[in-house]
């Protein structure tokens, strides 16, 4: 899929009003409608791409259609590569080094964490997970990478959300073991988590 420039979420918390607002934002400019639909907590999450401009003022209207309906919203211009092949569901091994762990209420929340981490910092995304199943509607992420890397990000992305009056849970694993790695690169959803046997376990 095509990348764009620039990028804006916009979550919901009545479903048709969402449908709605996001028939407004596609009359509105020329914008790409990346991806759109229910999340969980009975939420809507619509995703565009374009130019600066057209995706600006597309979220406008969105947000003018969604009045009281709309839950957060997340303007990036110049969106990271990696956050935004992240969000389409690539995924990095968690390899070596140390992890931070991000989570946030809403999706919105979580992109602009994850957004400031990456470019304030030299750390990777490992994954990130969007309002999925089990989620209740919040937003997870992980990075990896050098220990004063992953601490220098937590605390942008601590910063760029107290900024804007948004909580955000993050830890950071120091030095984590080898198996959380092995686990971590299968998926954090239960369901994906691979049987992991540990060195000297006794049957």
Known sequence: MKRHPAIAVIEFSDIPTGVVATDAMLKKAPIALIRS??????????????????VDESLRAGLVEGGGAVLDHL???????????????????????????????????????????????????VEIRLADQ?????????????????????ALALAALAEVGSEISTRIVSAPHDRLGQLIGAGTTFAAG??????????
Do not use: C, M, W
Request: glycine residues 14%.
């Open 134 to 154: 089990g989620l209740a509607g919040k937003g997870v992420s992980i990075l990896r990478g050098e220990l004063h890397d992953v601490e220098a990000a937590a």
């Open 75 to 125: 303007f990036l211009a110049d969106v990271h590569v990696q956050l935004y092949d992240g969000i389409l569901g690539a995924r990095r091994p968690a390899g070596a080094g140390s992890l931070a762990v991000f989570e946030t209420e809403t999706v919105a929340a979580n992109l602009l964490a994850v957004e400031h981490a990456l470019k304030g910092t030299n750390v990777e995304l």
């Open 37 to 54: 639909g229910t999340i969980t907590a009975g939420r809507f999450l619509v995703l565009i791409g374009g130019t600066p401009a057209s």
């Open 194 to 203: 691979p049987v992991v046997e540990l060195d000297g376990e006794s049957s």
